[in-house]
C-alpha cells in the first residue's frame, strides 16, 4: 500500500510541474494603456507585464524570442490572448525588449519562474 501511494504521489508531483511553452507571442496595442486589468490595476504599457489564459495572475515568466534569442521577466497581470493560436500577450516595453515591435508577434518560449 505504501509503495502505491508513494507512485501516485510521485505522479501527481509530476504532472503539476510548470514546464516552459513555445507559442506564438503578440502586443498589446497603445490604445489599451490605462485600462483596467483582470488584476484590477491599470494597464501601463511601460511596464514589464503580460497576459495568459492560463498562467496565475501575478506569477513571472521568462519570455525568450526564438528569432532574436533575447529574453525579458514579465509578471502575469491580465487574461488574454484573445485570440486562441496566440500564448501571450506582452506589454510594448516587453516586447520591445526581445526585438518583436517591427513584426508585431513572434515565436516564443514562456518559462515560469
Same mark, same amino acid.
Given at each position: 500500500?505504501?509503495?502505491?501511494?508513494?507512485?501516485?504521489?510521485?505522479?501527481?508531483?509530476?504532472?503539476?510541474?510548470?514546464?516552459?511553452?513555445?507559442?506564438?507571442?503578440?502586443?498589446?496595442?497603445?490604445?489599451?494603456?490605462?485600462?483596467?486589468?483582470?488584476? *484590477?490595476?491599470?494597464?501601463?504599457?511601460?511596464?514589464?507585464?503580460?497576459?495568459?489564459? +492560463?498562467?496565475?495572475? *501575478?506569477?513571472?515568466?521568462?519570455?525568450?524570442?526564438?528569432?532574436?534569442?533575447?529574453?525579458?521577466?514579465?509578471?502575469? +497581470?491580465?487574461?488574454?490572448?484573445?485570440?486562441?493560436?496566440?500564448?501571450?500577450?506582452?506589454?510594448?516595453?516587453?516586447?520591445?525588449?526581445?526585438?518583436?515591435?517591427?513584426? *508585431?508577434?513572434?515565436?516564443?518560449?514562456?518559462?515560469?519562474?
Amino acid at each position: 500500500m505504501m509503495k502505491k501511494t508513494l507512485i501516485l504521489l510521485s505522479c501527481l508531483l509530476i504532472s503539476n510541474t510548470i514546464v516552459a511553452e513555445t507559442g506564438i507571442a503578440s502586443f498589446y496595442s497603445r490604445a489599451h494603456h490605462g485600462k483596467t486589468m483582470a488584476n *484590477g490595476k491599470k494597464f501601463n504599457e511601460f511596464g514589464l507585464t503580460a497576459a495568459s489564459r +492560463t498562467l496565475p495572475l *501575478g506569477s513571472r515568466v521568462k519570455v525568450t524570442s526564438m528569432k532574436s534569442k533575447k529574453s525579458v521577466i514579465v509578471t502575469i +497581470t491580465d487574461r488574454g490572448p484573445r485570440l486562441k493560436m496566440r500564448l501571450i500577450d506582452l506589454s510594448y516595453t516587453a516586447a520591445q525588449d526581445i526585438g518583436m515591435i517591427a513584426q *508585431g508577434r513572434c515565436l516564443v518560449t514562456v518559462e515560469p519562474l
